[in-house]
């Protein structure tokens, strides 16, 4: 049992110490060495658990999707909007989720399968956006696929502005500009007053999100919430 914990740890540190070289250097850039000298490990503890710096890679753009579940609300619209807001706010204050997408974003990233996230992130607002559509919350014109692409679209480049801007300060205002743009064009009208698009909201779910599991997801290892602000 202690040999298992020890390996989780182990596996954790790498991955850690992988995202923030991914991160500071991109993904070409960065070097098996640099990680290695970061996590402080030796090779070979490197390599049990991971075969190569693609792998890695491919670990930390896994690592931005295991996120505490948001809860659901009644209203599936909200939970799409929360979905973004919570993102956004990991964005803002956890180095595993920043370098997920530093690496999701990194077209210099030869031979590196960056579709995971996307399509992930996609299949997630398609099946909301199904529910929302059998609730009668969606205009009838609306098809859920077509839509959800345009929204994670639209979010991977307005989270990129936003880290070029002031390094994801005003993400969650951004999220909530973009929510306002689009969605008059695919809600209906008394579902769309109902909604909170507040900047706070991020935070706010994803607080009520970890007290739900217990306070059981790993704290981000970074800046604090109040950093990023």
């Known amino acids: ?9 182990t596996r954790r540190t790498i991955l850690l110490s992988a995202a923030k070289v991914f991160e500071e250097n991109g993904y070409q850039a960065a070097t098996i060495a640099q990680i290695l000298s970061e996590a402080g490990v030796t090779k070979g503890a490197l ?11 491919q670990g930390v753009l896994t690592e931005q999707d295991q996120q505490l ?12 909007v929360d979905s973004m807001m919570v993102h956004a706010y990991r964005l803002q204050t956890d180095p595993m989720v920043r370098a997920g997408v530093r ?16 399509l992930r992130w996609a299949e997630v607002g398609r099946t909301l956006l199904r529910r929302a559509q059998a609730q009668g919350e969606l205009l009838p ?6 839509t959800a692409d345009v929204v994670v679209a639209s979010f991977a480049g307005i989270q990129s502005m936003s880290q070029a801007v002031c390094d994801y300060r005003d993400l969650t205002g951004r999220v909530g500009a973009l929510m306002r743009h689009v ?4 809600v209906v009208p008394s579902v769309l007053a109902s909604l909170d698009l507040s900047e706070g909201r991020g935070a706010a779910v994803h607080a009520r999100a970890l007290e739900r599991a217990g306070g059981a997801e790993r704290p981000a290892e970074g800046r604090s919430p109040a950093d990023a602000r």
């Open 141 to 146: 014109h609306v098809d859920p696929s077509e």
């Open 103 to 118: 690496l999701t974003m990194d077209q210099q990233a030869k031979g590196l399968d960056r579709s995971g996230p996307f």
């Open 47 to 57: 390599y049990f658990h991971f075969r190569s710096k693609e792998d890695l890679a």
């Open 183 to 186: 969605l008059p064009g695919v």
């Open 69 to 80: 579940a948001v809860p659901e609300h009644p209203v599936k619209v909200q939970e799409v």
């Open 1 to 9: 049992m202690a040999e298992q914990v020890r390996a989780i740890r």
